[in-house]
C-alpha cells in the first residue's frame, strides 16, 4: 500500500511537472531562515486575550532582521539580500503575566527584485509551527496585496524599536 | 548659584572620597550595556494590566545577551565577561492588543569573579529609562539576595527560547 501510495505520488507529480514546467520559476520557494534567533530583534507585540481574534492569533509577536534588513530599517530602502522574520509564538497567562508559549509560526519576507518580481521584489513564505514545513496559506499574492500598500516604507510595516 | 551649588558637589565628593577611600573597590560600577540591542534576544514576558502591579512594572520585559552570556545559557555557566541586558519598555493597548511603551528602565548584570566577589561574582545595575544614570534602587546586594537562590542556574533566572 506504501509503495502504491508512493508510486502514485510521484506520478502525480511527473505529471504536475509535466502540466506546469515552469512553476518553480513561476514561484520561487523562500528558504527556512536558519539562525533567524541569532538576528536583531526589531519590536515585539502581543495579542492579548481580550483581543477578537486571540484564538487564531493570539500571543507574542517578534520581529528579527538580518544585517541587511537592519540596513533597510535605518534607510527604509531594503537591499537586496534582506531577509525579515516575524516569529509567532503562543502564550500562557498567569494572574496576569503573560509568558511565551509554543511557535504557532514564522512567516518570512526575503529580498530578491529578480526572483520574486511578481511580489514587489520581496518573496513570502509561511513556516508552520516549530518545523521547515511550508504553509499552504497565506500565499505569496496574499502577503503581497496588503504590503504592497506599503510603498514608501519598502513594503515592510515594521520599524525598528531602539 | 550654579558655580556654587558644582562646588560644594564637587567638595562632597572629595570627602566623601577622603572618608571612603575604598568606596569604588568595595562597588565597582556596572557600564551602561553599549549595543544590547544587537545582541541575541533571549526571551520575553508581558506584565498586562490584569496584573496586581502593573501600575508600577506593567508592560514588556526583553532579556538580551551578549556572546559570552549565550555560553552560559547553553551551560549554565556562565564565563567571565558574561552581560545580560533585562529591558523594560511600558505597553499601550488598542482592543487587546498590545505595543511597546517608553522604557522604564534597564538591568545589568556583569559577570566579573574578582570584581564583584561580594555578589557572587556578577555586578547589578539598573539604569533610568532611556538613559545612562544609575538608579539608586535595587542596590547590587538586594539584586544578589534573591539571584543567590539560582546557584544551580549561574545565578540567572532566565532560560533561552529557541
Wanted: glycine share 8%; hydrophobic share 40%; with cysteine.
Amino acid at each position: 500500500m506504501k509503495s502504491t501510495l508512493t508510486f502514485f505520488i510521484l506520478a502525480s507529480t511527473t505529471v504536475a511537472l509535466a502540466v506546469q514546467p515552469f512553476a518553480a520559476a513561476d514561484e520561487p520557494r523562500v528558504a527556512y531562515p536558519d539562525g533567524y534567533r541569532n538576528w536583531v530583534h526589531v519590536k515585539s507585540g502581543v495579542i492579548s486575550p481580550a483581543h477578537a481574534q486571540f484564538a487564531s492569533i493570539g500571543g507574542f509577536q517578534h520581529i528579527y532582521a538580518n544585517p541587511a534588513a537592519m540596513t533597510g530599517y535605518r534607510t527604509r530602502a531594503f537591499p537586496e539580500g534582506s531577509i525579515v522574520a516575524f516569529d509567532w509564538l503562543e502564550m500562557r497567562e498567569n494572574d496576569g503575566a503573560f509568558a511565551e508559549g509554543p511557535r504557532r509560526q514564522v512567516d518570512v519576507m526575503v529580498k530578491d527584485t529578480k526572483r520574486f518580481a511578481s511580489t514587489g521584489g520581496w518573496g513570502f513564505q509561511r513556516f508552520v509551527k516549530d518545523t521547515t514545513e511550508l504553509a499552504a496559506t497565506p500565499t505569496p499574492q496574499q502577503c503581497f496585496a496588503c504590503h504592497d500598500n506599503l510603498k514608501k516604507d519598502g513594503l515592510i510595516l515594521s520599524h525598528y524599536r531602539p
